[in-house]
């Protein structure tokens, strides 16, 4: 009596180097899109002082893919229309910012933390009393409008508005400004003056639905202002 013998499979042999494949694409998706952000990176940022009629420079820039963290060195923000001797309207030593990955990744814009040091701030009011700004800055002018119709005789039944719930569009847990140096020049009155401040300004919890604002701020200017510090939540 004879009995068969089962035939069995050979095992199968898994690519030996299928994971290593994955890991270095992954490598090189990470590192082109380095390259191509550090490449883009002056457009971008031009592109963005562009929607307020401004031109934008740096000397180094780093952003993070993962953190979402941009650091900005030796910023300067001019008017696009002004003359090339003008001075400029913002300079800034160093710029960071922090934004949740994953809260952007739900729909909500989220600073973690953001710092602004050895920022200067120039601002000249017209001798007509308007400030010297890019046009995307200012006001669009008041257009005529129709007059007013009467209004309706008031009613005995009482009437309760609900306001809907406003949310800020974007949180902020951590921010700072310090050291910001004001420079203003007031051509209204003949000769024209000249006012300087320094302000630090601290933020926290900025949008947070479960508790208050915390708000900091500490200004001074030689001739018109010793000290003033405010706290408000």
Request: hydrophobic fraction near 45%; charged fraction near 20%; charge should be negative.
């Amino acid at each position: 009596m004879s009995t068969a013998t089962p035939i069995t499979k050979p095992p199968r042999t898994k690519p030996r180097h299928r994971w290593r494949r994955r890991f270095l694409w992954c490598v090189g998706i990470a590192l082109g899109a380095r390259l191509g952000l550090a490449l883009a990176m002056p457009w971008l940022v031009n592109f963005g002082a562009s929607f307020v009629g401004c031109t934008a420079t740096y000397r180094s820039a780093t952003l993070s893919l993962l953190g979402l963290s941009l650091h900005l060195e030796d910023l300067e923000v001019r008017d696009a229309a002004a003359p090339a001797d003008e001075a400029p309207l913002l300079v800034a030593q160093e710029i960071t910012a922090d934004v949740s990955t994953w809260q952007l990744l739900h729909g909500q814009l989220a600073v973690v933390d953001a710092a602004l040091s050895g920022c200067s701030l120039h601002v000249v009011r017209n001798a007509d009393g308007s400030l010297r700004l890019p046009a995307a800055m200012l006001p669009p002018p008041a257009a005529a409008t129709a007059p007013a119709e009467p209004a309706a005789p008031p009613t005995n039944a009482a009437t309760t508005e609900v306001l809907p719930p406003f949310e800020m569009p974007l949180r902020i847990a951590s921010a700072r400004v310090s050291g910001l140096q004001i420079h203003c020049r007031d051509e209204t009155s003949t000769p024209a003056r000249d006012f300087a401040a320094t302000i630090d300004v601290d933020v926290a919890d900025v949008g947070r639905p479960d508790g208050p604002m915390h708000l900091t701020v500490r200004a001074e200017s030689p001739g018109l202002l010793d000290q003033l510090h405010l706290q408000a939540n």
